[in-house]
């Protein structure tokens, strides 16, 4: 699993007119292949009165799974910029589609290609942007006395607070990144002179909105 990666929020669309032709971006996150191409398929359903409806998509930890389908424009004007946009922002299991409603302006190869990756873009930062890194949930378990000199250092650092529990003592549910696990028992450690209890919890991905780009 990797330590952190970028990818979209669940589902958005944007649209802007180019030269009388309108252009749809439609952005979703997927795992599978199979997921991105039923989701192509959708929305060339929902349009199948588009003059195209074009496509890419980048799957995987490694990105091994890259396709890009110009449905029908001339070849590498389409497909290939959604895709490129893809790599540029490095993001993972993501698939997009471009519905493509002709205006009667030709735009050239040249205005094609910038169409669809500013189409991209667009619908990208409309869906948002996420890094998700693998973190390890720690629990830890302090005295009542402790709990505000810790809840507020913790509120100003980069480790999450997920949740508080009050009971005979505090418990606090706190995720911190993979490779940063001990630094932060030892800070705590420091922190409340040895009087915490620490316990190792899950480990999963946490989700941190990117501020969007203004890179069309």
Same mark, same amino acid.
């Given at each position: 699993m990797l330590d952190?990666?970028?990818?979209?929020?669940?589902?958005?669309?944007?649209? @802007?007119?180019? @030269?009388?032709s309108r252009f749809i971006?439609?952005?979703?996150?997927?795992?599978?292949e199979e997921a991105a191409q039923q989701f192509i398929s959708q929305i060339k359903k929902k349009h199948h009165d588009a003059t195209h409806?074009?496509?890419?998509?980048?799957?995987?930890e490694h990105d091994q799974l890259q396709k890009a389908n110009d449905d029908g424009e001339p070849s590498g004007t389409a497909g290939v910029p959604i895709l490129e946009v893809l790599k540029k922002r490095q993001l993972k299991d993501t698939v997009v589609v471009i519905t493509r409603y002709f205006g009667g302006i030709k735009l050239g190869a040249g205005g094609l290609i910038r169409a669809y990756a500013s189409t991209t873009s667009l619908a990208i930062n409309s869906t948002g942007v996420v890094e998700r890194s693998l973190m390890q949930e720690v629990i830890l378990t302090i005295d009542y006395p402790l709990l505000?000199?810790?809840?507020?250092e913790l509120q100003q650092s980069s480790f999450i607070l997920d949740k508080i529990e009050y009971l005979a003592q505090v418990t606090l549910h706190v995720y911190v990144k993979k490779d940063e696990t001990n630094k932060f028992k030892d800070w705590l450690i420091n922190l409340t002179n040895s009087?915490?209890?620490?316990t190792d919890g899950d480990v999963k991905y946490i989700e941190v909105d990117l501020p969007i780009t203004n890179d069309l």
């Open positions: 952190q990666y970028y990818t979209v929020k669940h589902e958005g669309v944007d649209e @802007q007119v180019i @030269q009388k971006g439609y952005v979703k996150r997927v795992e599978t409806n074009c496509s890419a998509y980048m799957i995987g505000g000199k810790v809840e507020n009087q915490v209890i620490l």
